[in-house]
T-cell receptor, first 111, second 110 residues
C-alpha cells in the first residue's frame, strides 16, 4: 500500500546541472501533480497531468519540464538547475472525489 | 486570479479548541480542503467539504463553510500536542486544480 512514491528524498545540485525527479502512484489515479513548497508561500503548482498523455502548466512552470510516462509515473525535469529552484518538491495524485494524495517530498538544494 | 489566504501562526493551550481560518476568492470552487503537514512529511488530507454544505464534523474536527463570504474554518476540539503541525487550506479551482494557502503553523502550549 505504497500510495505515492517519490525519489530521491534529498538531492544537492550545482548550478547548471540537470536532474529528473521521479514520482509513481499505485492507486490507478488519472490525475497527477507536481508542487513546490517554499517557506511562507505554501504550495505552488508547477505542472499537472489530468490523464495519461496530457500535461499542462501550473502556476510556476518556468525552468521545468514534465513527462507522463504512463498512468503510474509522472516525472519532473530540471534541465539547468538554478539556486531559485531550491525547494521541497511534492508529487500528488488524485482520485475521482478530488482529494489529493501526496508523496513524502524531495528536498532539493541548488548551490 | 485565484487566491487562498490564511494566517501564518496560531498558538493555543493544550485542551483548548483551535480555530484556523481561511478565505478564498474563487466562488466556483466545488471542493474545499484541509491538509495537515508534520515536520519532514508530505501533506495529509484531514477532511474536505463540498461547496453545497455549510458544516462537516468528523470526531474532533469541525469544518464550517460560509460560501457567501468565501470563508472556511477548521475547529479542532481538545487540542493535543500531536496536533502541532502546519495546516493548509485548499480550494479546488475551476480547472480541477487545488489552490493552497500558505499554511498556518499551529503550536500547542502546555
Amino acid at each position: 500500500n505504497a500510495g505515492v512514491t517519490q525519489t530521491p528524498k534529498f538531492q544537492v545540485l550545482k548550478t547548471g546541472q540537470s536532474m529528473t525527479l521521479q514520482c509513481a502512484q499505485d492507486m490507478n489515479h488519472n490525475s497527477m501533480y507536481w508542487y513546490r513548497q517554499d517557506p511562507g508561500m505554501g504550495l505552488r503548482l508547477i505542472y499537472y497531468s489530468a490523464s495519461e498523455g496530457t500535461t499542462d502548466k501550473g502556476e510556476v512552470p518556468n525552468g521545468y519540464n514534465v513527462s507522463r510516462l504512463n498512468k503510474r509515473e509522472f516525472s519532473l525535469r530540471l534541465e539547468s538547475a538554478a539556486p531559485s529552484q531550491t525547494s521541497v518538491y511534492f508529487c500528488a495524485s488524485r482520485d475521482g472525489t478530488a482529494s489529493d494524495t501526496f508523496g513524502s517530498g524531495t528536498r532539493l538544494t541548488v548551490v | 486570479g485565484e487566491d487562498v489566504e490564511q494566517s501564518l501562526f496560531l498558538s493555543v493551550r493544550e485542551g483548548d479548541s483551535s480555530v484556523i481560518n481561511c478565505t478564498y476568492t474563487d466562488s466556483s470552487s466545488t471542493y474545499l480542503y484541509w491538509y495537515k503537514q508534520e515536520p519532514g512529511a508530505g501533506l495529509q488530507l484531514l477532511t474536505y467539504i463540498f461547496s453545497n454544505m455549510d458544516m462537516k464534523q468528523d470526531q474532533r474536527l469541525t469544518v464550517l463553510l460560509n460560501k457567501k463570504d468565501k470563508h472556511l474554518s477548521l475547529r479542532i476540539a481538545d487540542t493535543q500536542t500531536g496536533d502541532s503541525a502546519i495546516y493548509f487550506c485548499g480550494a479546488q479551482s475551476s480547472a480541477s486544480k487545488i489552490i493552497f494557502g500558505s499554511g498556518t503553523r499551529l503550536s500547542i502550549r502546555p
